[in-house]
Structures are given as structure tokens and as C-alpha cells.
């Protein structure tokens, strides 16, 4: 930095860094102020140091939503990973019909959330839903997917799958489309079968985009909510209430401002150690390959 | 015995053909270019040798053994690729063992094998890279080391100096020249560049529109072209090929050209067929001359190569034709020049483009 530094400069980023400051950093920081008090919407709060820490570490139900929470993503993204991988194999050739099914995929991804619930509800409702008449027609008890308390959790996860396919087949298809055609042939002349070919050229190739998909899921199901309430309202008693519902419960239902954002701080610091680890431990085995 | 043997294979992608009933038959340890145009079929005949492409017709065998039915890694074939191929996140010596561990050799056999193939390419510093940070020279190396240790009966080379720079270009090409020596194995190059094909290759075969045009050593390719395809595309700048007429007399053809001039060749007259025939000038075959001249021409344009002049001219009859002159020529454009045309050096083309030479010397 020399003494002529030329602060006209700034100028040209200042605009953004006023939008940046007002909506994220500001925000950022009123939640973490906000999470050291004891405050509702109508009035003044009072400080309350690491008060409202303490208590959601002896909140059953805080606890109980966090579980679910880490249950449903260890259902979900690996789940997802494969299905998306699998399709993106499947699907990754030219011609009309692998186009239209690409469509077919991806047109979950676009739709909203409150469709998307709307749709699974018809789906999974024992009486009349499209898996209760399976059931039936293959002479079975249908399963009351959303009101038992093992059910619902694998049912919201496989609404979640569906809806969110698309966008990790697509980046899997776009880097499968990265990968120059004369690897494979040079594999085939390297009398490499369909198995090894997959596991020693086309997996490896498609490193970055794995690690991609890994993360952005983890984060993405981490704060998995709209499902969640739309479909159950996180019923049968409590059984399929995440994280971020408990928040929307206790911010918008019960008005304690300052113990939902010290719970949305909690849940931001496990997202942020959980993408940090993959991220550590992937660019590490990096490191262990001579990179 | 034969090594490769090619039997009247075809291929057309839709509609198009690319490859119309191609035969040819190779030498055991023979060094064989494929010389051609793009789009003449040239690199689809080396894959559908490699089994990277499915002929539509005819059979391909390796020394005994038919092997168009086999999966490419069962044919006892190594290629190069053109741009390498080789495998981004595996170091020098996986690549090079890759092949070998799918085929189940046994794993100091590997090890031996990879450490001979290194000394020979003189990559052994590089065995524990990736290709990733190495250069274009170093990855084609490795490239071709990842083609020995298989100890294939065929190597296929596909345009294996077209991603070099020049100067490595000329080193590398004398690395290959070194390279076939040791190698037991036939080689098969693609390439564009006859120049690679003339100094690499034992037999050249030029290709064109879906076949192959001639087969045969360089020297021959180059002297006797079998066709006007053939001496236009060997040889650089291209042969001049004109229309002449057929004079009466003697054994030898003698050829009047448009302006009048006549050539004496060493054409044998009865060996000719009759309709239109064309005469084909190598630069070399005419001289600027200091004294006696066949024609006058007029210089359109003079190349300084340093050891040669190249004149391209026009004959009065407006026929552009191609000379060549000592390399201190004092020829500017717009001279008029006196040429002489060596009639001993001349070929015929008749009317259907076939070659006809003076008798072998």
C-alpha cells in the first residue's frame, strides 16, 4: 500500500458494498446480537449473554428437530448422489429421447415447493394416494407414510429426492461432458472392462463435481423446512420437525426472537463445520494424489 | 508373413461413405504411413483397425488371427493418440500399467516392463508424475511408453506429431525413426504431412476419397505417382500438370505443349492410352535456363527457400507452370524468362488421371 493510493477506487466498488453491508453483513450481525438476547417482536429485549445458548442445549425438542434434521440428510444426499450420478450416466448421449427424459428429470427442480408437497400428498396418503393403491393392489396394508414416526422421515426424504434431482444430474452430465471420448477409447485398448473404466476414469474425472454435489446437498438438506411443514407440519409430534422449522416455530409461532436466532447460529456454525470437514478431508486426499 | 492384412473393408457413416473396399496387406515390422487429406479416410481405417470404429463390410487380420470380431483391448494392438489420451489423475507409471494390470500380467512382470519402456523414452524422472505437469514432448512420451510395454504386434500412430511445436517436431520424428528400430512390431502412422511419411515410413500409403490411391516406398510415391492425385499431393510445391498433345515419331512421347514447345520424354510412346493427356512437371524438372530453352515464360511470382529459388511463371498460352532456379536468382516479377524443360524428368497422365513413367532405370 503506498501513500499515493488512489481512493477513487473505492468508489466504483462502494456501491456494492453499501448493498452488501445493508442486506448480509448487517443482518449477519443483528442475528448474532440478537441470539444474546432475551427478545420479542413488541418491544425491547434485554441482554441475556449466552443465556439462550444454554437453554437450547437442555431443549428436548431443539435437540429432537436436530437429529431429525442430520437424519434426513443422511438419507437424503447419498441417495441423491448416486440417483443423479446414475441418471446423468443413463441420459448423457445425443439423440431426441435422452433429451426428453433429461426434460422429464429436470422438470421437478423448477417447480415450487408448496406443488411439489401438494403432489406427494396424494401420493403418500394411505387411503387414496398412488403408493396406498400400490399397497392395495399387491394385496398389503397401506402404510401411513405421514403419520408414523418411522415413516415420515424416509417419506420426507424421498419427496425431497424427487424434487431435487435435476440440478445434480445436471452437473453431472456437465462434467460427463467434460471428458474427452478418446479416454475411453484409449481404455478400451487398454482392455479395461465397463467396471473398471467407471470406477478408475469416469469417477475420477468427475471428482470435483462429486465434492460439488456433496456440499451444496449437505448445506442445501441441512435446511430443509418447506417439505417438512407443508407436509406434516413436522408431525406425528414432533417426528419430521428440522432445524429450521423449530426456528420458524419459535421465531414466527412463539415470538422469542432471541432464542431462534441463537438456535439459526447453532445451525449455521454445524453447517459450516460439516461443509469445512468434507472440503478438508477431499482436498487432503487431493494432496494424498500428488496434486 | 503378413502382419496386418486388410480385406476389402468398407465403412459409411449414414449415408455417407468413407471407405470404399480398402485392401492392403502389411510386412512383418513394416513402418506404414497413411497419407492423406482430411475427410480421406485415413484416420477411420486406422480405428476401425484399432476396433474404435465397426467396418461395414470386409475383414481385418493380425498375423493369422481375425480380429475385427475382437473388443479393441483383445487385438495385440497399442495406439498413440493424437492428443495423447492419457489418463489426468493417474501419475507417468499407472498410465503406463494400466493396460497391463487389465490383463492380469503379474505384477513385477509390470514393474519390469514399465522401468524398460521408461529407460527407453528416457522418462524415468517422470514415473511418479501427472500428465498434468508435464509438457506436450514429455506427455507424448509417456504417451508411446504407455503403447510399448503392452509389446503389441501393431502400433497405430494417429497424427503423432501434429501437437508438437516445429523444432520438437523434427526431434521427435527422429526419436520414432530410432524408436521402430527396436520395437518388434509393425507401425502404422496417420498422417497429413508427407514429409512425416516420406522420412519415417518403409511403404506409403496415399489415400483419397474413400480409397487408397498407391501403395509403395517413398522414393516411388514420389517418382512415380500412380496417379494425378498422387503427384499433386506429394511433393511440395505441387507438380505443374498441363495439356499436350501427342506428337507422331519415335519410341518415346513426344508432347507438344499449348504454346507450341516440345517436350521429348522418356515415356514409352506404346504404353499410352488414347483421348487427352496431360504432362506433370516437378519444380526440378524445369530450369531457368543460361542456354538452350524450351519455352519463354513470364515470372509471377519468385520464393526464396535459401538453398533453391521456386519461379511460378505463365507459358504464353497462359498455362502456369512452376521452375526452379539457383538460389542467387536475379529474377523479379513481371521478368520474362527463358525455361528449360528436362523431358528425361517429365511424366503422363492420361485421360482418366492414370500415371505413366519413363521405364524403370
Same mark, same amino acid.
Given at each position: ?9 473505492? $468508489? ?39 443465556? +439462550? ?32 450420478? $446414475?441418471? @446423468?450416466?443413463?441420459? =448423457? ?11 422429464? %428429470? ?25 403408493? &396406498? ?16 414416526? #418411522? ?39 487398454? =482392455? ?9 476414469? !469416469? ?6 463435481? $462429486? ?30 420437525? !428440522? ?6 416455530? !419459535? ?13 439459526? /447460529? ?26 | ?43 477411420? *481405417? ?48 499407472? +498410465? ?54 503392452? #509389446? ?43 514429409? /512425416? ?29 500412380? +496417379? ?48 487427352? *493427356?496431360?504432362? &506433370? ?14 519455352? +519463354? @515464360? ?23 507452370? !512452376?521452375?526452379?532456379?539457383? @538460389? ?7 521478368? /520474362? ?11 503422363? %497422365? ?12
Amino acid at each position: 500500500m503506498t501513500a499515493q493510493r488512489d481512493w477513487r477506487g473505492l $468508489l466504483f466498488v462502494a456501491p456494492f458494498l453499501a448493498l452488501y453491508s445493508l442486506i448480509l453483513v448487517f443482518p449477519l450481525l443483528r442475528g448474532l446480537w440478537l441470539s444474546l438476547n432475551q427478545v420479542d417482536l413488541f418491544g425491547a429485549g434485554h441482554f441475556v449473554g449466552f443465556g +439462550n445458548y444454554e437453554q437450547l442445549l437442555h431443549d428436548p425438542v431443539f435437540g429432537t428437530s436436530l437429529l431429525n434434521t442430520f437424519e434426513v440428510t443422511l438419507m437424503i444426499v447419498p441417495a441423491l448422489t448416486v440417483i443423479s450420478l $446414475l441418471l @446423468a450416466l443413463a441420459l =448423457n448421449r445425443a439423440g431426441k429421447a435422452a433429451a426428453i427424459v433429461r426434460g422429464i %428429470f429436470f422438470a421437478s427442480a423448477v417447480l415450487s415447493v408448496t406443488i411439489v408437497t401438494l403432489v406427494w400428498r396424494f401420493v403418500l396418503a394411505p387411503d387414496a394416494g398412488l403408493l &396406498g393403491e400400490l399397497w392395495k393392489a399387491l394385496g398389503w396394508e397401506p402404510l401411513p407414510f405421514l403419520s408414523d414416526p #418411522h415413516l415420515v422421515l424416509p417419506a420426507l426424504a424421498l419427496t425431497t429426492i424427487w424434487w431435487s434431482v435435476g440440478f445434480p444430474m445436471l452437473l453431472f452430465l456437465a462434467g460427463l461432458q467434460q471428458i474427452p471420448q478418446d479416454m475411453y477409447e484409449a481404455a478400451a485398448l487398454d =482392455n479395461s472392462n465397463g467396471w473398471t473404466t467407471f470406477w478408475r476414469i !469416469t469417477v475420477p474425472a468427475l471428482r470435483r463435481t $462429486l465434492i460439488l454435489v456433496v456440499m451444496l446437498q449437505t448445506a442445501a438438506q441441512l435446511q430443509l423446512f418447506g417439505q417438512s411443514q407443508l407436509l406434516t407440519a413436522g408431525g406425528p409430534s414432533g417426528a419430521s420437525r !428440522t432445524a429450521v422449522l423449530f426456528l420458524f416455530e !419459535t421465531a414466527f409461532g412463539r415470538w422469542e426472537l432471541g432464542y431462534a436466532s441463537a438456535a439459526a /447460529e447453532v445451525l449455521f456454525l454445524i453447517i459450516l463445520a460439516v461443509t469445512l470437514t468434507q472440503y478438508w478431508a477431499t482436498s487432503r486426499s487431493d494432496a494424498g494424489h500428488g496434486r | 508373413m503378413a502382419s496386418l492384412e486388410l480385406m476389402g473393408v468398407r465403412k459409411a457413416f449414414g449415408t455417407t461413405p468413407i471407405l470404399d473396399d480398402v485392401s492392403l496387406s502389411l510386412e512383418s515390422r513394416e513402418f506404414i504411413a497413411f497419407l492423406g487429406p482430411s475427410g480421406s479416410g485415413k484416420s477411420t *481405417l486406422l480405428r476401425i483397425i484399432a476396433g474404435l470404429e465397426t467396418a461395414d463390410a470386409g475383414e481385418v487380420w493380425l498375423e493369422g488371427r481375425r480380429i475385427d470380431t475382437l473388443p479393441p483391448g483383445k487385438r495385440d494392438i497399442a495406439m498413440v493418440f493424437q492428443a495423447y489420451a492419457l489418463y489426468p489423475h493417474m501419475s507417468v507409471r499407472e +498410465n503406463m500399467a494400466f493396460g497391463l494390470r487389465n490383463a492380469k500380467v503379474a505384477r513385477d512382470e509390470i514393474d519390469r516392463r514399465v522401468a524398460d519402456a521408461a529407460t527407453v523414452l528416457e522418462i524415468t524422472p517422470l514415473l511418479d508424475r501427472k500428465p498434468a505437469e508435464m509438457s506436450g514432448g514429455q506427455r507424448q512420451r509417456v504417451a508411446i511408453g504407455r503403447a510399448l510395454v503392452k #509389446h503389441p504386434k501393431l502400433f497405430l500412430l494417429d497424427e503423432p506429431l501434429s501437437n508438437l511445436d516445429a523444432a520438437l517436431r523434427l526431434r521427435t520424428r527422429v526419436e520414432l525413426a530410432q524408436l521402430k528400430q527396436k520395437v518388434d512390431a509393425a507401425v502404422i502412422m496417420v498422417t497429413h504431412d508427407q514429409a /512425416e511419411a516420406m522420412t519415417l515410413a518403409d511403404r506409403i500409403v496415399v489415400m483419397n476419397d474413400r480409397r487408397i490411391q498407391q501403395v509403395g516406398v517413398p522414393m516411388e510415391i514420389y517418382s512415380r505417382p500412380a +496417379n494425378t492425385f498422387v503427384a499433386q499431393f506429394v511433393g511440395s510445391p505441387a507438380m505443374t500438370l498441363a495439356n499436350v498433345e501427342l506428337m507422331e515419331g519415335s519410341d518415346f512421347a513426344r508432347v507438344k505443349l499449348g504454346d507450341g514447345s516440345v517436350v521429348e520424354t522418356h515415356v514409352p510412346r506404346a504404353a499410352l492410352p488414347a483421348g487427352e *493427356l496431360r504432362i &506433370g512437371l516437378r519444380p526440378e524438372a524445369v530450369r531457368v535456363a543460361d542456354g538452350p530453352a524450351t519455352t +519463354n @515464360a513470364k515470372v509471377e511470382l519468385v520464393e526464396r527457400l535459401g538453398e533453391r529459388t521456386l519461379v511460378y511463371a505463365r507459358l504464353p498460352d497462359g498455362q502456369a507452370i !512452376t521452375a526452379e532456379d539457383s @538460389a542467387y536468382s536475379r529474377l523479379a516479377i513481371g521478368d /520474362e524468362v527463358a525455361l528449360a524443360i528436362d523431358g528425361a524428368a517429365a511424366h503422363l %497422365f492420361g485421360p482418366d488421371g492414370t500415371g505413366y513413367h519413363r521405364t524403370a532405370a
